[in-house]
């Protein structure tokens, strides 16, 4: 396991769960922009601030289905698709009521698209969709809506239908009643050549996630059977530095099925929020020092590392659509973080109705 940390030093794993620094080995060093080069863009570095600003206004008190709403008026976003599985209907019109209060204007796709990840990435482009949002995806379908996509993407619903979109309580019980379905099921010696972004696989494999069983699968589950279905070897996790004991759960359970991982955490590579041009007042904790998050270098170490398939796990609004949007590797989000709601977006919805 290679872990992409704070201080922009490279750790290997050596058995046993210790983690030995390497510097020497360090991927940030040589050649690896600098934080100015790498949000020298105005969409990156507006992405940057504004996700800064809403995290600084809202944190622990508004839930991410707030906290994205505000995010798209202060990008001065107006149209918002919505991009769902046909099973995620309800919740995706709950969504657009909500964001219609806002004054903003989402765009459902009909029922006729639903189950066409493609076809609604190429609806919301015909509409000049702003901001589109993953309002509740398959894995699969995921992978291939972003890919698609050509508007900033966010998530908002980690679609989980045995945990009832709550997909983080997977990690919370792996060792317990979810245990048998986490465990053993992708050895690497049975996976497939890689096909990475093969739309036909792709699709199969929605297919394969959708048949009727007893009892439906987690969101992590499904997300190593698509992993493994695809061939891939190599996962890359993205993560949120409050989420780092969730990485190192989910780094022990993707190493035990067979899969090499390279992680990389949102603060690595940071600098004082100042040096981004994030004044005193817009931070978390006015007066003291913060570092602002870096989600162009995590998707750049992943990238460099060529990781096979990517997984975001827990990144703040605005900063997932900057990982997503720069990653070169099929990937989806794991897990959406929401501070208010333990990372269970879906509750705003029903709260707000």
Known sequence: MTVHCADCTAFICRGEGKLEATPEFCPMRGDFPE????????????????????????????TRLRELGEFARLM???????????????????????????????????????????????????????????????????????????????????????LHHNPVAAL??????????????????????????????????????????????????E??????????????????????????????LLETNGFRVSSACCKTGAVPKEEAGIEDAGKVRPGRVEMVCNPLAQAELLNRDEVEFALVLGQCVGHDAATLGHLEAPAICLVAKDRVLAHNTVAALYHHA
């Open 35 to 62: 934080f100015k080069e790498l949000y020298s863009e105005r969409e990156g570095r507006d992405l940057l601030i504004r996700s800064a600003a809403v995290e600084a206004q809202g944190y622990c008190r508004w």
């Open 172 to 221: 919370y019980t792996s060792r317990g009643y979810l245990k048998d379905e986490l465990f053993g099921h992708w050895p690497s010696e049975k996976r497939p050549p890689y096909q990475g972004w093969e739309t036909d696989t792709l699709a199969q494999l929605a297919c394969d996630a959708a048949e009727e069983r007893p009892i439906p699968s987690s969101r992590l589950a």
């Open 76 to 162: 001065g976003f107006q149209r918002v698709g919505l991009a769902h599985c046909p099973d995620m209907a309800l919740e995706a019109q709950r969504v657009a009521v909500f964001f219609q209060e806002l004054k903003l204007e989402p765009t459902l796709p009909p029922p006729s698209k639903a189950g066409d990840p493609l076809g609604q990435a190429d609806l919301f482009a015909d509409e000049g969709t702003d901001l589109n949002l993953i309002a509740g995806m398959c894995v699969s379908h995921e992978v291939l809506f972003l890919r698609a996509t050509q508007a900033p993407t966010a998530s908002l619903i980690a679609r989980d239908t045995r």
């Open 223 to 252: 997300t190593m059977a698509v992993a493994h279905g695809l061939g891939a070897q190599h996962i890359g996790v993205s993560f949120c530095v409050g989420f780092r004991e969730e990485a190192k759960i989910l780094t022990c």
